[in-house]
């Protein structure tokens, strides 16, 4: 259960209700879930309770529909405080592994991402300690008793568990926070709490392998099938975000500087022999020509104008080797990283090469193919 970043497509499930104006999704995987969790309830709910008979496993379903409750909670609080800090809340969904947040883009400041990670586990703390205490007012043994003791029990433990320092729990999240405020470096902080959730995965599966032994007893295959299943987890959440704070890295540093070739003008009534001129004298390898309204129209293909002959350079029109820019073919060269990336996407769309504007003046062209490169390296 964590808050997660951008998920523009959506969890694909049911809607069973809206908070924040986002939805509220169930997500098919969670029936497998409830399946799982009630088979696995039941034999403690009978052997706690034996007279229930046939109802034993309505208990324990019982105890699973609690455990939805306080993930949705922890979810709710996830999206209420981070609605309140200036974040947009796309959905609340409830999945196999539990739950999670999608908000509109990543939290702007430490202080916000840690304090939107930390209440959800804390949601849960208070809801153990409430289930807690109200155990202690009905019989420890009855039906009331077994699903308040239950509550209590998983509450606490989801609650401590997430708050464990390495991504993707939310402990991970507030240890993120922390680096990015020491470093001034958000990249830096994920890829830290990526390495600190590997780590906890390997000491998941340490402590099922290894516990058994310094117990003198010997290991017990179920907690061992858990305790991968948990391990994997926690490490293709943590490899996930050490790639993602590596490509954010790589995004953040991304200009029209270097990725953009630098490129002159050209009116386009002029030849490839005037064209060669202008290009030497800026010292540059691409050559933007212009509309009569000023507008970048067209480039030189570098490749055709290298076929052209040397004695009919100053005969051939300049478009003759010139390849079409779209109307709105163009990205603002004082964009930067996350920005300049979004602006390039969706003009490539249009054509594969761009013009970058400074000022409404050509200073380069940006190709597709080299901002894939640049993201790639």
């Known amino acids: 259960m964590s808050s997660s970043g951008d998920r523009r497509s959506g969890t694909k499930g049911w809607v069973i209700g809206r908070a924040v104006g986002a939805p509220i999704v169930l997500a098919p995987s969670w029936l497998l879930a409830a399946v799982v969790l009630t088979a696995i309830f039941a034999p403690t709910v009978q052997a706690r309770a034996p007279q229930l008979g046939a109802l034993t496993y309505v208990v324990a379903l019982g105890f699973v529909v609690l455990l939805f409750v306080s993930v949705l909670v922890h979810e709710l609080a996830h999206g209420l405080v981070a609605r309140s800090r200036g974040q947009v809340v796309h959905e609340f969904a409830i999945t196999l592994w539990g739950g999670h947040t999608a908000f509109g883009g990543a939290a702007p400041t430490p202080a916000t991402s840690a304090l939107v990670a930390v209440v959800g586990p804390v949601a849960n703390l208070v809801i153990g300690l409430v289930c807690w205490v109200a155990a202690q007012a009905v019989p420890a043994y009855g039906l009331a008793g077994l699903l308040l003791y239950a509550g209590a029990f998983s509450n606490g433990f989801v609650g401590l568990f997430n708050l464990v320092p390495g991504l ?11 680096v990015w405020r020491v470093t001034g470096d958000r990249h830096r902080g994920a890829v830290v709490a ?19 032994f310094v117990e003198r ?13 948990i391990a994997s987890f926690l490490w293709s959440g943590a490899t996930g975000a050490i790639a993602a704070a590596r490509t ?19 009116e386009a009534y002029v030849t490839l022999a005037d064209a060669d001129r202008a290009r030497g004298l800026a010292g540059v390898d691409d050559v933007v020509v212009l509309a009569p309204d000023g507008r970048p129209a067209a480039y030189v293909d570098r490749a055709a104008a290298a076929a052209v002959a040397p004695e009919h350079r100053a005969s051939t029109p300049v478009v003759a080797v010139s390849v079409v ?43 597709a193919v080299d901002v894939i490169a640049a993201l790639r390296s």
């Open 325 to 367: 820019l779209p109307v709105g073919a163009v990205v603002d060269a004082s964009l930067e990283g996350a920005a300049l990336v979004q602006a390039i996407s969706q003009t490539t769309r249009m054509s594969p090469v761009v013009a970058a504007l400074l000022g409404g003046r050509v200073v380069a062209l940006v190709r």
């Open 248 to 266: 954010g890295r790589a995004v953040s540093a991304i200009t029209v500087a270097s990725i953009g070739l630098p490129a002159t003008v050209v």
């Open 194 to 212: 990526g390495w600190g959730g590997r780590v906890v995965a390997v000491a998941v599966v340490a402590w099922a392998l290894l516990l058994p």
């Open 217 to 229: 007893s010997s290991p017990d295959l179920y907690t061992i099938v858990w305790a991968l299943v």
């Open 168 to 178: 993707p729990l939310d402990g991970g999240r507030v240890l993120e926070a922390l």
